[in-house]
């Protein structure tokens, strides 16, 4: 549980609140928070520290805000420039988008992990997971192929599937050697 917020943290809040108002203790609290939760959602520790705050007078179960900046670069259109980007060349380096888009190499680095779920192979960036797009379309190749060949037929046997495998043949140390050079006869 430690660093990660449970998406019913406020209903566990409010429960927190009014059980802690009609007297109940904290391990009481924590015991029918588990069997309404499971114990991967709500920590002893979380019930002790908010049983503390509502008694010591805070009537509210929403956060704080938060000290510092609000983040202000990571947004749609910034997105949106880095996807173009990477999608005209794939190898381009996070300095190099950086220096495209006037954005830090730490908002850069958030926008290719966290926003477009891509990273860097062999100096491309491949994206981690298909979009739904590219599934369906995987789906509707799938359904062509079983309606072309019967299921038993010796041809459909000889065809090759795979998944998000990525196998590499060659490793280059530098992207210099990942470059193909055309050798005439």
Not at 61 to 82: A, F, L, Y
Request: with cysteine.
């Amino acid at each position: 549980m430690v660093g990660k917020r449970s998406p019913e943290s406020v209903k566990i809040r409010a429960y927190i609140q009014v059980r802690c108002k009609n007297g109940l203790c904290a391990k009481d609290i924590y015991h029918e928070l588990c069997d309404a939760y499971g114990k991967s959602e709500v920590s002893y520790a979380t019930i002790t520290r908010w049983m503390k705050k509502f008694k010591s007078g805070k009537t509210t179960i929403e956060d704080e805000p938060r000290p510092g900046r609000p983040r202000s670069v990571v947004t749609d259109k910034n997105i949106e420039k880095v996807r173009e980007i990477i999608k005209q060349y794939a190898r381009y380096t996070v300095h190099d988008i950086v220096k495209m888009t006037g954005i830090s190499s730490g908002s850069v680095h958030f926008i290719l992990r966290k926003c477009l779920k891509v990273r860097r192979i062999t100096t491309r960036w491949i994206p981690h997971l298909l979009t739904d797009k590219e599934k369906q379309q995987r789906v509707s190749i799938a359904k062509k192929l079983l309606k072309m060949y019967s299921y038993n037929s010796r041809t459909f046997a000889d065809f090759c599937t795979g998944d998000e495998t990525w196998v590499h043949c060659f490793e280059p140390r530098h992207e210099i050697n990942n470059m193909r050079r055309e050798t005439s006869p």
